[in-house]
């Protein structure tokens, strides 16, 4: 239903932490980072710099602790793994790395096995602290902003395959000067409308349309 101003029509399922208490599965010094969920199951991305990410799996419906997601292999950058999202029916994740890091993109196939690194890229900005993606993986593509959220990365994938050479699209306020707008290594939210143009949002940033040439 719509929800208008009236909260009351959302009905609290169960509830991890309360307002008191961190879960149980918490790792001490971990922040929370990302949150997604797929196939009936919520998957909580909790770390640190420079250590081994933790992804917790939690039934989406219950708040059971089903396990973790294996993390072999997911040792790159300042958080090794920083963003996590439910993309055409698998789970995806980025590093996230300062300027000349190598941005890596991760694919899980089942919550048993080990990632595979469908993209790695050594970019010339801060970047990866949200992934982003469109389309599927047969014809898709993933986003990034930069640090400032002055340019938006664009990685396109065909069958299955992403091709690790973007398209940087510089971002332009409306009187034709930088747009600057994110804090931080990459952390504005992209959306895609399927003809070109984008939503980009974050932190010190409003949801601002941009067309196909990064204009405002």
Known sequence: PE????ISQMDEKWNMSGNTSMPSWSVSGYKIRSIDCL???????????YATPQVEIIGAYDGNRIGTLNVEGVSTGIYYLSSIKAFDGKLIGSNVVDANGALKV???????TAPSTILQYTSPDAIGAQINASGNFSNGKLWFSNGNSSKVYVFTISNGKVNATPTIISLKKADGTEFVGGDGRGTSGIIDNGDGTFWLDGYNCYPTLFDTNGNY
Request: charged letters at 35%; a neutral charge; proline letters at 0%.
């Open 106 to 112: 991760f694919k899980w196939e089942n919550d048993n």
């Open 3 to 6: 929800l208008k101003d009236d």
């Open 39 to 49: 196939n009936g199951k919520t998957y909580v991305l909790q770390g640190k710099a």
